[in-house]
T-cell receptor
Framework: AQKVTQAQTEISVVEKEDVTLDCVYE???????LFWYKQPPSGELVFLIR??????QNEISGRYSWNFQKSTSSFNFTITASQVVDSAVYFC?????????????????FGKGTKLSVKP | SAVISQKPSRDICQRGTSLTIQCQVD?????MFWYRQQPGQSLTLIAT?????????ESGFVIDKFPISRPNLTFSTLTVSNMSPEDSSIYLC?????????FGSGTRLTVV
């Protein structure tokens, strides 16, 4: 069965610190997709990144970077030089076995989320 | 990616009443998903709605409590029936397109 584990429930850092949010997943599929979403206090889900199972290259987008390692089934997210506006709940998610979303119909399986608080 | 308009954004309801949440998508999509997010929790899939057929419910969710309509390829509604305080949650709809998943802005429901 598919499963996403975010072991860190809450993290608190001081502004400008770097922070890494961990995500470990379980799946029997050979083709799957991984996602990160940000949920600020307002409640909407903000898409950050998607990664397919065949692309293990790390990705950097501004202060955000992602480290995908299939050998350890991990997809960790690092924020460099954190800012107060980064305070939110961050969810890691996995497309389930019915989906390869590049045309298919499955839903997402979410981790429990990590609440990040960045203090000034 | 698709744009979803979800209404209402929030509501406070009396126990025993029902609330219907609407999601309008700016493009045609085959599947729409409804999620519940209880306070401080992750998102849990309620059901998958396919146009022209009955929704498929996940374990723990039943049609009598969460009836779903999907009259066309751009619109769906979720009704939370006979509400109790335990139904206080954020409800979100979602669609999957060629480039990924899009979520509505959510409906924050408080049952008193």
């Amino acid at each position: 069965a598919q499963k996403v584990t975010q072991a860190q429930t809450e993290i608190s850092v001081v502004e400008k610190e770097d922070v890494t949010l961990d995500c470990v997943y379980e799946t029997r599929d050979t083709t799957y997709y991984l996602f990160w979403y940000k949920q600020p206090p307002s409640g909407e889900l903000v898409f950050l990144i998607r990664r397919n199972s065949f692309d293990e290259q790390n990705e950097i987008s501004g202060r955000y970077s992602w480290n995908f390692q299939k050998s350890t089934s991990s997809f960790n997210f690092t924020i460099t030089a954190s800012q107060v506006v980064d305070s939110a709940v961050y969810f890691c998610a996995l497309s389930d076995q019915k989906s390869n979303y590049g045309g298919s119909q499955g839903n997402l399986i979410f981790g429990k989320g990590t609440k990040l608080s960045v203090k000034p | 990616s698709a744009v979803i308009s979800q209404k209402p954004s929030r509501d406070i309801c009396q126990r025993g009443t029902s609330l219907t949440i609407q999601c309008q998508v700016d493009s045609q999509v085959t599947m729409m998903f409804w999620y519940r997010q209880q306070p401080g929790q992750s998102l849990t899939l309620i059901a998958t709605a396919n146009q022209g057929s009955e929704a498929t419910y996940e374990s723990g969710f039943v049609i009598d409590k969460f009836p779903i309509s999907r009259p066309n390829l751009t619109f769906s509604t979720l009704t939370v029936s006979n509400m109790s305080p335990e139904d206080s949650s954020i409800y979100l709809c979602s669609v999957v397109g060629l480039y990924g998943y899009t979520f509505g802005s959510g409906t924050r429901l408080t049952v008193v």
